[in-house]
């Protein structure tokens, strides 16, 4: 179910795709073999918003996220920069670094055209 970019399905998703070859599988398999999956390093847990958890298989190329506020789409970005990202020891308040995530937030193009089209049935835009 879970293969490819711009993948990030949440437990629910994953559990109706499965049940399609499955039909006797359970919600609570596919939520252990996903936490499973998320302590091998296979998947990536991402919180984005305050949706459900969704999980990304894309753990082979480091990326970000590109966040549509309106709709949830999530897009896997690889924004310029990151590589001099850092956390001064100061600013580190004692923590051990593991990663970081970088959540871009926006409007993607579905949601723009629809917001569009509602403020020109509204009579704001020509
Ligand atoms: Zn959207
Ligand atoms: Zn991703």
Redesign the pocket.
């Known amino acids: 179910m879970l293969e490819g970019e711009?993948v990030?399905l949440t437990a629910d998703a994953v559990y109706a795709a499965a049940r399609e070859l499955l039909p006797e599988i359970s919600l609570a398999t596919v939520y252990n073999t996903l936490n499973r999956l998320v302590k091998m390093g296979e998947v990536?847990e991402?919180t984005a918003g305050d949706g459900p958890k969704r999980y990304?298989p894309?753990t082979t190329t480091a990326?970000h996220?590109l966040y549509c506020v309106e709709c949830g789409a999530?897009r896997?970005v690889r924004p310029e920069g990151t590589e001099q990202l850092a956390l001064k020891v100061d600013q580190r308040h004692g923590f051990e670094l593991l990663d970081v995530e970088i959540l871009f937030r926006g409007r993607c193009p579905t949601c723009r055209a629809t917001m569009g089209d509602q403020l020109r049935t509204a009579g704001q835009l020509d």
């Open positions: 711009h990030h990536l991402i990304d894309n990326h996220h999530l896997d």
